[in-house]
């Protein structure tokens, strides 16, 4: 996990925002992402605020968790006032949220509903390890109001799965997938990764036919990152496994946008495809259209107005902070107009929708039209849209257009 925090601007012990940011509130949708930091084992590629149970150490539990994250959501109510807030998506994130009981989730989503108001159809999601539902636990799930229950999956070979350090077997996803559709779940995402060590170009298509077997209406892909600091990275460093190659990276790009186009889900952003709009993930679109969240938990970024805060990262300090009524929030920053208009370009040019001609320098634009980056058609109409080559060189487009 990483060693540090961004650094940043001090927060007000109250957790009290700037007016700036509290200005237009609840005319912007507005969500919660709730991070539970808990997992059984740590995956080599893995860099998230997680930890096992020796990592935990004294003054957290799973079993004192909810409470502690209810407590920051009524927190976050008297942050933000009386305005009217109706809750349109809730996105519980890891970690293995899984690891809480559906009791424990489906209390910390009625705070949530209790101090905000959960909007009609309001898209409640969790992230789900193969091996840790059964059944049971995902009538349960249903029972407390999730409507979504994405899956790392990440791979259909064994071999693959064992350089990630993941513990389930590639026969359990079937099975989770057909108990989440028992539960009454519509909808099912699979999260995967490509360019593992040792991940042939018959493994990547393996899996994605894997998946698709599975009759998901969504599925994410993305690109393998070695991150400093895990074990993987050790590993590579040391020699022992290749680093990913960027062609072959983009081989399985291309290989992953045919397969999961020819079965009826086409992409939405960058490394998500969907069956149709209703199952494309709102929370995530929320996240890149410049929406409000509340992100509840040790190490959960939060963003209201152009004002986005952090969580100190420990769960034993991030307790002991709501133990005194002060904000978990250990610094932030608000972010000036350029920034804004960058992010936006940064964030939307990823949607298949692309955003609007009008934030871009017309020449540079015109640059990656002539360069094959930009679809020459919706920009004459007023949106950036990238092409399928401009989606692959994503990160470098933008940079050239910011």
């Known amino acids: 996990m990483p060693a540090t925090l961004p650094d940043g601007d001090p927060v007000p012990a109250d957790g009290a925002l700037p007016r700036s940011a509290l200005e ?6 507005f969500a919660f992402y709730v991070h539970v930091p808990f997992c059984v084992t740590r995956c080599g590629y893995c860099d998230f605020n997680t930890y096992t149970a020796t990592e935990l150490g004294p003054g957290a539990s799973r079993d004192s968790y909810a409470e502690t994250a209810i407590a920051e959501v009524r927190m976050a109510r008297r942050v933000l006032g009386d305005a009217e807030l109706p ?5 519980v994130g890891g970690g293995t949220p899984t690891l809480l009981s559906p009791d424990d989730l489906g209390r910390v989503l009625a705070a949530i509903d209790a101090e905000f108001g959960l909007a009609p159809g309001a898209e409640v999601t969790t992230e789900a390890n193969p091996e840790s539902v059964d059944a049971a636990y995902l009538g349960g799930l249903r029972e407390a109001g999730f409507t979504r229950v994405s899956y790392g999956m990440q791979s259909a070979r064994e071999h693959v ?40 170009d018959d493994d990547w298509r393996a899996s994605l036919e894997a998946a698709l077997a599975c009759g998901p209406d969504h599925v994410s892909a993305y690109a393998l990152i070695v991150e400093e600091g895990t074990r993987l990275a050790a590993r590579v460093r040391r020699g022992e496994l290749t680093a990913p190659d960027d062609d072959a990276m983009a081989d399985r790009y291309l290989m992953a946008e045919e397969l999961l186009s020819a079965h009826g889900l086409r992409w939405y952003e960058i490394s998500n495809w969907a069956a149709s709009d209703d199952a494309a993930c709102r929370h995530n679109l929320l996240y890149w ?28 300090a991030y307790a002991a902070r709501l133990a005194e009524g002060t904000t978990p929030a250990h610094a932030r920053e608000v972010l000036d107009d350029a920034d804004r208009h960058i992010e936006r370009i940064m964030l939307e040019l990823r949607l298949a929708g ?10 540079a634009a015109r640059r990656a039209i002539a360069e094959g980056l930009i679809e020459p058609g919706p920009y004459e109409d007023g949106r950036a849209v990238l092409t399928l080559r401009g989606r692959l060189l994503a990160d470098a487009v933008v940079r050239d257009l910011t």
């Open 24 to 29: 237009g509130l609840g005319t912007r949708p």
């Open 87 to 91: 809750v349109q998506t809730v996105f």
């Open 161 to 200: 799965l064992a350089v990630l350090d993941r513990t389930h077997t590639p026969g359990r996803v079937p099975q989770v997938v057909e108990w989440t559709r028992a539960a009454g779940f519509e909808h099912v995402n699979l999260d995967l990764i490509y360019g593992t060590p040792g991940e042939s």
């Open 289 to 316: 259209t410049g929406a409000d969240w509340w992100g509840v938990g040790p190490g959960a970024h939060s963003h209201v107005g152009g004002t986005r805060w952090w969580n100190v990262k420990h769960p034993a």
């Open 354 to 363: 692309g955003c609007p001609a009008g934030l871009l320098d017309d020449a």
